[in-house]
């Protein structure tokens, strides 16, 4: 049996920076795994679909893993390595826990559409061949098939797999997982994140992150304001959020992510092909976003008793 990972509170989506003759930048990488780290986050989530995994090799892979890890201090990471194909999955998870990643993050197959038995044959074989956490990630947009509650819930019986990754945009669906999960080890995590406070709400223990790449300090006061039933503070800071959210997504994520944290001097705003560098016409507009959520104040994020703002309070120390 594995071991047991707290999955309460928030898990940055990292992207992976590039170097304008498209190799990565491993010590910008390393600096904004620290970054996180330092504003709160709860782990960390290399080479997901954020990280551009799609366009890394394998090699690559892993090396961003092992960079990663060597960078953070106190969390864990985790680390996608999810594939259409069950046997590159089961390689590519195996490499990445050697790497030094602490559980697995594990997209269903896209393009080739599995029927509910095989999504459920793949996931059980990758928990019986690899003796780590792993999460289920469902987004139906890219994969082209939907991960049913049925589905979810068998898989949520496996002692290896720990948690669902929910980025269907169903809160119907989402409900009842989190229902039908409520006695197993199991977390249902957002990965919408114009629906963390509403998934949280429900019963979901947080988010796997585009946005707190960008606003560490603002997501986990919000989720963590959530977690703790405070949510007069929580719905305040998701609507400070909003705008960014959905300027997030704009075009296809990360390029807008990018973006963002190319304003914000994290890194530039390099992608691998096919993918390319947000479109001129919204870039003014992302700045503008980027400016008004400069202007809060931090002390806005206390709720009246601070409690909301410990760990930015633990930020500013």
């Not at 707290?6 to 304008?20: I, N």
């Not at 393009?111 to 996931?123: D, I």
């Not at 074989?125 to 939907?146: C, K, W």
């Amino acid at each position: 049996m594995t071991d047991h990972i707290d999955l309460r509170g928030v898990y940055p989506a990292l992207t992976t920076p590039f170097a304008s003759d498209g190799s990565i930048d491993f010590e910008t990488l390393r600096e904004n795994a620290h970054r996180v780290e330092a504003a709160g986050v709860d782990g960390v989530v290399p080479v997901g679909s954020t990280g551009e995994s799609a366009t890394l090799s394998h090699d690559e892979h892993v090396e961003v893993v092992e960079a990663v890890a060597d960078a953070v201090d106190d969390v864990p990471v985790i680390a996608g390595a999810g594939s259409n194909n069950t046997a590159e999955a089961l390689d590519l998870g195996e490499r990445s826990i050697e790497a030094g990643a602490d559980a697995l993050l594990l997209i269903s197959p896209y393009y080739n559409k599995p029927e509910q038995r095989g999504l459920r044959s793949h996931y059980e074989t990758l928990a019986d061949e690899i003796d780590a956490p792993q999460i289920v990630y469902n987004v139906p947009s890219r994969t082209g098939r939907n991960i049913e509650p049925d589905t979810a819930v068998a898989l949520a019986a496996h002692e290896n797999i720990v948690g669902f990754k929910a980025a269907s945009g169903d809160l119907g669906q989402i409900t009842e997982i989190v229902e039908r999960t409520r006695d197993a080890e199991f977390a249902v995590l957002s990965g919408d994140d114009a629906l963390t406070l509403p998934i949280c709400s429900m019963g979901g223990q947080g988010t796997i992150s585009v946005v707190a790449n960008v606003e560490p300090e603002r997501t986990t006061a919000m989720v963590g304001a959530a977690l703790a039933g405070d949510y007069a503070t929580a719905r305040r800071i998701h609507h400070e959020l909003g705008p960014l959210n959905r300027a997030l997504f704009w075009e296809t994520n990360p390029i807008p992510v990018k973006e963002a944290m190319h304003v914000r001097g994290h890194h530039s705003p390099e992608l691998r092909s096919p993918l390319s560098r947000l479109a001129p016409e919204y870039r003014d507009d992302l700045a503008a976003v980027l400016d008004d959520l400069d202007d809060f104040e931090r002390e806005q994020y206390d709720g009246g008793d601070g409690s909301a703002d410990d760990r930015l309070a633990e930020v500013d120390s």
